[in-house]
């Protein structure tokens, strides 16, 4: 009996390792699984259960989960899966970012001529909220600058260039916010009366934020020299890096002489670049509106020889949000940032 009893030992470690090994291959299986599949709700998930913490919100860029942030006000949170200082266009989301959005009650982008790598992610995903895509919310075209009236699949089948950086109208964000205030309710109904009176308070703070902005640029406006009517007030000259202020630009009466990249994906071409120029020389700008990204090799090519290629003073406008901290009133320090660079340009 002694002798049969000695492989038992080895018998025994050899089958924990085994299963340990099992283990393991399972586990990977199942991390593999979250971070490669589409984020799509699981299944049951028209019924979302709201935990004691409140509704998770994933948003694609910042500006929209400071918005998402005032509505929820403390009955949840809003996450941002495209890390600071990565570009909306480009972005790869890391393996939390799309666990963060695997768990998220709601999912909320601008859409997919924005975000362009996460079409796939989140078009089909029933929790998705695309705020280009609401009914009343205001776009530009890129090429012309006008109004597009309608706003829905078929338009965006259109040949439209259109200006996708929408937060940056208070009156698009009041929209925003009331398309997170109605799907908050929808999926927390006994939380729905904070919810709106978070959307209520937003509005108010939004119509109180177009008249304090509205002011502060009144007061930098000046008489034109070149206008036979002294009555008639406009800003000093100014250029940016990227046309991506219309929406800005459009709610508080300015605009930009000059923008040296029209679409940020492409570099502009010789004949842009010298048109560039041409009008950087004759517009003569005090001030270039620059951003955290902006490519200071286009900047120098494009004011090289230039009279104020050495006075032309520049300020960083930072419309993602990069350096506005979490909590509420997030969406009003965003815009209140972006005036002061703004004021800070044209003083």
Request: proline fraction near 5%; charge should be negative; hydrophobic fraction near 40%.
């Amino acid at each position: 009996m002694k002798n049969l009893a000695w492989p038992i030992k080895p018998l025994v470690r050899l089958a924990q390792k085994a299963q340990k090994a099992q283990k393991a291959l399972w586990c990977a299986t199942a991390l593999a699984c979250v971070f490669l599949q589409p984020l799509q709700a699981q299944p049951g998930s028209e019924q979302y259960s709201v935990t004691g913490a409140g509704l998770l919100v994933a948003t694609s860029i910042y500006p929209l989960a400071l918005i998402a942030n005032d509505i929820l006000a403390g009955h949840g949170n809003a996450v941002a899966l495209i890390a600071a200082g990565d570009s909306p266009h480009h972005t790869t989301l890391s393996p939390s970012a799309r666990l963060k959005a695997a768990r998220a009650d709601l999912l909320l982008w601008v859409g997919q001529d924005f975000e362009v790598t996460l079409g796939k992610l989140f078009r089909e995903d029933p929790r998705t909220v695309t705020v280009s895509l609401l009914s009343d919310i205001r776009l530009y075209e890129l090429d012309r600058g006008g109004l597009i009236e309608a706003h829905d699949d078929q338009a965006h089948a259109e040949p439209h260039s259109i200006d996708l950086h929408l937060w940056l109208s208070t009156t698009n964000a009041e929209i925003i916010a009331q398309a997170i205030s109605r799907a908050a309710s929808n999926l927390d109904p006994s939380n729905a009366p904070h919810y709106r009176a978070s959307l209520a308070r937003f509005i108010e703070q939004q119509a109180q934020n177009r008249e304090a902005f509205e002011a502060e640029f009144a007061s930098l406006k000046r008489t034109k020299s070149d206008s036979q009517d002294s009555g008639l007030q406009d800003t000093p000259p100014y250029a940016v890096y990227h046309d991506a202020y219309r929406y800005f630009e459009s709610e508080f009466g300015l605009s930009h002489r000059v923008a040296l990249l029209v679409d940020p994906e492409r570099a502009p071409s010789i004949r842009e670049l010298s048109e560039v120029r041409a009008s950087l020389a004759s517009a003569q700008p005090q001030c270039l509106l620059t951003e955290p990204d902006s490519d200071a090799g286009l900047i120098a090519t494009a004011m090289k020889g230039l009279a104020q290629e050495t006075t032309l003073r520049r300020v960083e406008v930072d419309i993602l949000g990069r350096k506005i901290d979490e909590g509420q009133e997030g969406y009003t320090r965003l815009m209140r940032a972006v005036v002061a660079d703004f004021v800070e340009c044209l003083e």
